[in-house]
């Protein structure tokens, strides 16, 4: 016990967040740790291992030696690839460590391909598929969702992608080029306006727990799952923004130089590249938006669950606690 003692805080819990969180700069750090792509090559039985050990340290069983840093360790690759309610390892291609691998390789894609309508149909249907893995890994899991409607969400998000994208494309072929160039984002946000929604919709219908500060649960609230999944949205949306709109601004102007003209074999792999560097930090600013335990006040519930948090509590829950999802 004494090595113990030596590397371990006393009274340290591993499920504290290492930053404040109450914070953006906190939460940022937070993100730009769980978010890191580098954790997509750590192998399964380390990621096993790792979930021993946070389990471990929880009731207290930390293997002697081991460090402070190593717990912190074990907490990255936890986060990183298990889920936050039920503990269940996530597949690969839905973890938000996967964001920037898979996000910039399908972005540098639908920025490069975005002349034709069969390409434009292809990368955005690739893009919506994604979505979906991304969007269901990620839901709150209190919240079971059926197979078919995964498929209903799956279609509708596709189909407004498409619709948007086509409907553009066709629009902007007498405008200036640069407008032709922002389809992408426009499709991008106009499905994520519908994925995530019909994806989470069990919880719009019954409802998120939510709880007080001590995370007593108080009940089920369908007002806390409308404000936890437009937080979604918006920072999904902000998360693809600055590639999709600077990036063609950017390759507008590379264009029209010589060289470039020369290297147009060059222009996917570098778009891709480009979008890679912008989503780096992008995904860990856009999750670190809105607090992942996001907080609703009591006046702002629906009247029956206000009603019966204040006859068991009286005062003393001014505001109420859930975890919003990512």
């Known amino acids: 016990t004494h090595s113990k003692m030596a590397t371990i805080p006393l009274g340290f819990n591993i499920d504290t967040p290492r930053w404040d969180q109450s914070t953006f700069v906190g939460r940022l750090k937070h993100f730009l740790n769980i978010t890191d792509p580098r954790t997509v090559l750590v192998p399964e039985e380390e990621l096993d291992r790792a979930k021993a050990l946070v389990e471990g340290c929880r009731i207290g069983q930390v293997p002697p030696g081991s460090s402070q840093e190593q717990l912190f360790y074990a907490k990255k690759l936890y986060d990183s690839a298990f889920h936050p309610d039920s503990g269940e390892k996530m597949n690969l291609i839905g973890r938000m460590s996967f964001q920037v691998p898979g996000g910039m390789a399908i972005t540098g894609c639908?920025?490069?391909?975005?002349?034709?309508?069969?390409?434009v149909v292809f990368w955005q249907w690739v893009n919506q598929s994604f979505n979906a893995i991304v969007n269901y890994t990620n839901r709150n899991a209190a919240s079971p969702i059926?197979?078919?409607?995964?498929?209903?969400?799956?279609v509708t998000a596709t189909g407004a992608a498409l619709a948007t994208a086509v409907g553009l494309n066709l629009y902007t072929k007498r405008a200036p080029p640069l407008l032709a160039r922002w389809v992408p984002f426009a499709a991008v946000a106009a499905a994520n306006c519908v994925n995530i929604p019909m994806m989470r919709q069990q919880e719009i219908i019954n409802g998120i727990t939510v709880t007080d500060g001590d995370n007593n649960e108080l009940g089920c609230s369908r007002r806390a799952a409308v404000k936890g999944i437009a937080q979604v949205v918006v920072s999904r949306i902000t998360m693809a923004a600055p590639g999709m709109i600077i990036l063609p601004i950017i390759m507008e102007r590379l264009e029209k130089f010589t060289f470039m003209q020369r290297i147009r074999v060059l222009h996917g792999p570098l778009q891709v590249l480009l979008c890679g560097g912008f989503l780096l930090f992008m995904v860990?600013?856009?999750?670190?938006?809105f607090p992942q335990r996001c907080s609703l006040a009591l006046a702002d519930l629906e009247v029956e669950l206000r009603d019966s948090i204040v006859a068991k509590h009286g005062d003393k829950v001014p505001y109420v606690y859930f975890n919003k999802g990512l």
């Open 146 to 154: 059926s197979l078919r409607q995964i498929g209903v969400a799956y």
């Open 110 to 119: 639908m920025l490069q391909f975005y002349r034709t309508v069969p390409a």
């Open 284 to 289: 860990p600013a856009a999750c670190a938006l």
